[in-house]
């Protein structure tokens, strides 16, 4: 089986989706039935060889050149016209899947074409999404869902969203989970994190982009009624890059005079994370929308006790091995934190539950039952 892996998101910084590129193509390169290529849609020079040489690898590098300057066909064509151009016939591939790790499709005339979709938070929450993400998702997400074969949600959540956003049939949806790196690892020895960072020995940790969705802002509120109503020594550090729509973050910080409470690191290499989760007396996501999730497991899989919000695919993951609370009550985040970190036992019970259900998302689980989606595809049994 020829797979083509639309490996662009690996060009960038380290984010969620670039993630589940990598850590799926490190796992499908093990399978000897599959014939596995990186597709970049850049021309050769251009590609970061630092991000393509940190892939463990032992599979097909194949670059898409110039031949097939995607993105120049989309800004030019309209769904339906000339961006049908096929890709296996213009690069005379001989791929049997072509799958698009990031929303949408690229043409193929023989290839099956399989998509993931991560989330369809610029459906559900427009407001908080950035103008060009909803631009271009809006355009080619439905289209692509329409014209692939067969779609991957992350989460039973971003299935129903897709069955009750986009019209498309249950059948056509399979829902595979995503997990944690294997590098994502209590660390014992957490000194020289804390040191290189400047952080407090005791802290709240936050990962994930700056964006409206994942309620900052509450998490914020909740802080704040956890200095004022219980006098928590932890402060609170945010980890991850500036998205959009992130000034009314730091303008709220400022007003309530918490410079000295709350840290804001900026993005964090993954080799560092793991020593940061570990660090951490609890870890927090208290998010409005979540298509996965891929911090929460991280968390876990380095034994932080865990408190996520009860609302869209957060209870999949944490499921009885950590808090579940409502995203917009301020007050139940404030008591909840305080007793995650104020009672040592409690604590630790979280922390091996967090374990223990980390250990039921695994990427080789991940990557099998995508080898699965590929095969019934291509109508295998």
Request: charged share 25%; with cysteine.
């Amino acid at each position: 089986m020829n797979v083509y892996l639309d490996a662009q998101p690996l060009l960038g910084a380290r984010s969620g989706i670039a993630r589940y590129t990598e850590c799926l193509s490190k796992e499908l390169s093990k399978d000897v039935s599959i014939d596995l290529f990186l597709a970049f849609n850049r021309i050769a020079k251009s590609i970061r060889e630092d991000h393509v040489l940190e892939i463990e690898r032992d599979f097909h590098l194949h670059l898409i050149n110039s031949i097939y300057p995607y993105k120049v066909i989309r800004r030019l064509c309209e769904p339906n016209f000339l961006y049908n151009l096929p890709y296996d016939i213009l690069t005379k591939s001989k791929a049997d899947i072509f799958h698009g790790t990031n929303f949408t499709l690229t043409p193929t005339l023989k290839a099956k074409n399989i998509i993931t979709i991560h989330d369809l938070a610029y459906m559900r929450y427009p407001e908080a999404t950035s103008d060009r993400i909803l631009k271009h998702h809006s355009k080619w997400v439905p289209y692509s869902a329409q014209k692939c074969d067969r779609i991957i949600a992350d989460s039973q959540q971003t299935k129903q969203d897709i069955i009750e956003l986009l019209s498309i049939h249950q059948d056509k949806i399979d829902v595979v989970h995503l997990a944690a790196d294997e590098s994502f690892q209590y660390v014992q020895h957490t000194a020289p994190i804390i040191e290189k960072y400047q952080l407090p020995e005791k802290f709240i940790l936050f990962v994930g982009t700056l964006e409206p969705r994942k309620n900052l802002l509450g998490l914020l509120k909740a802080f704040s009624l956890l200095k004022k109503n219980f006098g928590c020594s932890e402060k609170l550090v945010i980890v991850g890059a500036k998205g959009w729509k992130f000034t009314p973050i730091f303008d709220w910080v400022q007003e309530h005079h918490l410079e000295e409470e709350v840290i804001f690191t900026g993005f964090i290499d993954d080799e560092d994370l793991p020593g940061l989760y570990s660090a951490a007396s609890v870890f927090v996501m208290p998010s409005i929308y979540e298509g996965f999730g891929l911090p929460l497991l991280e968390a876990m899989q380095c034994r932080t006790p865990v408190i996520g919000s009860n609302v869209s695919s957060i209870p999949e993951i944490i499921g009885e091995a950590g808090m579940l609370l409502p995203p917009e009550d301020s007050t139940a985040w404030a008591e909840g934190i305080y007793k995650m970190v104020s009672d040592a036992a409690v604590r630790e019970c979280y922390s091996q539950l967090a374990l223990e259900r980390s250990k039921l998302f695994t990427w080789d689980k991940t990557a099998a039952e995508t080898k699965k989606v590929y095969e019934k595809a291509l109508g295998h049994k």
